[in-house]
Every structure is written in C-alpha cells, then in structure tokens.
C-alpha cells in the first residue's frame, strides 16, 4: 500500500518519540489495524536505532531532574490532569466560511509536514554526527570510548635482528729483547684502535730509574717517547694513534733506562737496551 509524506513522516516521528500524545495514539491506533504501517514504523524504528546505539545513554543526575520539573512547572506533586470530553455536535451543511477552513487546511498540513521532516533531519544529523565523533575517537583515542565499544586490540609480531657483531682486527707483536736473549718485554698493537699493551716479562728497574718505550723511525726526525713503562705487569696506553699506520707497523720499539719518572725533555738519555719489531699475529676479519 502507498503512503503519503503524511504518513511516512508520522511513521518516523513515532520511532523517534517526538510526537505528542495525541499524535502517538493516532500513530498506534493505525499500527493497530494496519500490518503494512506498522511495518514502516518499525522499518524506521531499526534505520533510527542503529544510529542510536552508536550514542552511549547519559542518565541526567537528580539535580538535573529538579532543574527540569521547575523550569516546566511541575516542581510540586501535580494533580492528574483530566482531558475533557468532547461534545458532538450535529451535522451542519458546509458554509462558504468553512469552505476557506478546509482550503487552509492545506497549507497547516504543508508547515506540519515541514516541521516533521525538519524534526527528523535534525535528529538524524545529530546522531550522525555523534557517529562520525565516535568513529575519530576509535580511530585516534581508543581508551576514550566504553569498554563495550572498544575495537580488539591488534597484536603485531616485529622481529628484531641483533646488530652485526663486530669484526675483529689485526693485532701485531714486537718481542722486545736484548741481543736475541730472553724476552724482557712484550708489545701488543690493535690495529683498529692503535692502542698498544706493554707485558714486563723478564726486566727490572734498578732503584731511582724507570723504563722508557720509544718509537723509532727513518720517517721521523728523532725517537719518540711513548711513556714510561709501569711497575705493574701491564701498561696500556693510546698514543699510537697519533701516527700513520704504515709508521706503526714499520717501526723499531725500543726501552732505555732513564731516571725515575722518565726522560726530562723527550729525548732518550742512554743507550737502548731491549728492542723489537711487529710482527702480525692475527689477520684482520674478512
């Protein structure tokens, strides 16, 4: 069956309780004794509830309430209100005047309609718009929405790779000796870092006198200190970094004896007694 706007409109209102009284019960009596209307209803009832679920409920607190009840008059316990009813009047032949009441009738059912319609379309917007605000919220801030409505949490699996071990250089030996004896001495040199470790195997200092090591090199104009050598087993350092690596692995190293502390101006006082060049024991990674 066809409906006009009338009724399509009603039917709407009804399912989102903006109807008056009177207006509910004239929807309900046509729900009563017409399945196809009472479909529409309901048609419209789920189009409008789909949306509305989408809005949590907010339950106004009391004060909220007594706020209402004042504003409308109904602070106070109100007595029930008795419609009067309606008396029947006799049939009476249409006059000229009511002939203009039924043309207007027309235009009072138009701004009715068009009350209805813009009644629906706002409400629609609204909870439309309520729908797009929750739609951002569980796009952008998920913990701001009810438990309920929360989308499940997605679990991703990375992997992660450890970093590439590092590749280990070359190291190089000088045994520092006298006259092809025993080893008083030995030099180790990192390639990479140009640090250098000095192992005392077999010498010690007179007392009031320390061991020097010295670099020594055609490409250089004299000797160059390297420190002095400590009372403990190991002395480490970093001054090979200052020179060329081709200078490093060329050298003479060589150890004199100068008084406590080391020589006073860079220059070695006496003359060397252990000496030794590198030799590479462990080639660099490839």
């Given at each position: 069956m ?6 399509i409109?009603?039917?709407a ?12 019960a ?25 949306l ?13 309430w ?10 106070e ?7 009067p ?50 739609i ?11 438990g309920?409505m ?7 699996v ?31 040199v ?12 077999g ?61 006073p ?8 007694i ?13």
């Amino acid at each position: 069956m066809a409906y006009s706007e009338d009724h399509i409109a009603l039917a709407a209102e009804y399912a989102l309780g903006t109807l008056d009284a009177g207006e509910r019960a004239q929807v309900e009596t046509m729900m009563s004794v017409d399945k196809d209307f009472a479909a529409m209803v309901l048609a419209w009832e789920h189009k409008l509830g789909a949306l509305n679920q989408m809005v949590g409920s907010v339950e106004p607190s009391p004060e909220v309430w007594e706020k209402i009840r004042a504003a409308i008059g109904h602070s106070e316990q109100q007595a029930p209100i008795v419609l009067p009813q309606p008396e029947l009047e006799p049939f009476a032949p249409v006059t000229e005047a009511a002939s203009r009441v039924a043309d207007t009738s027309n235009v009072i059912r138009l701004a009715a309609n068009a009350r209805r319609w813009r009644t629906i379309a706002t409400a629609t917007s609204g909870i439309a718009a309520a729908l797009i605000v929750m739609i951002g919220v569980g796009v952008s801030r998920p913990d701001l929405l009810p438990g309920g409505m929360r989308p499940a949490p997605k679990t991703q699996v990375a992997e992660v790779k450890p970093p590439p071990a590092a590749k280990p250089s070359a190291q190089y030996v000088a045994v520092l000796q006298k006259d092809g004896g025993g080893p008083a001495f030995i030099l180790t040199v990192d390639e990479a870092t140009r640090d250098f470790t000095v192992r005392k195997v077999g010498a010690s200092a007179e007392p009031g006198s320390s061991f020097e090591l010295w670099l020594i090199s055609d490409k250089l104009p004299k000797p160059r200190s390297l420190g002095v050598i400590g009372n403990n087993d190991f002395t480490s350092r970093p001054l090979l970094a200052a020179y060329d690596a081709d200078i490093v692995k060329s050298a003479t190293y060589a150890v004199t004896v100068e008084q406590a502390g080391g020589s006073p101006d860079g220059n070695p006082h006496s003359t060397p007694i252990f000496a030794g060049k590198l030799i590479e024991t462990v080639p660099p990674a490839r």
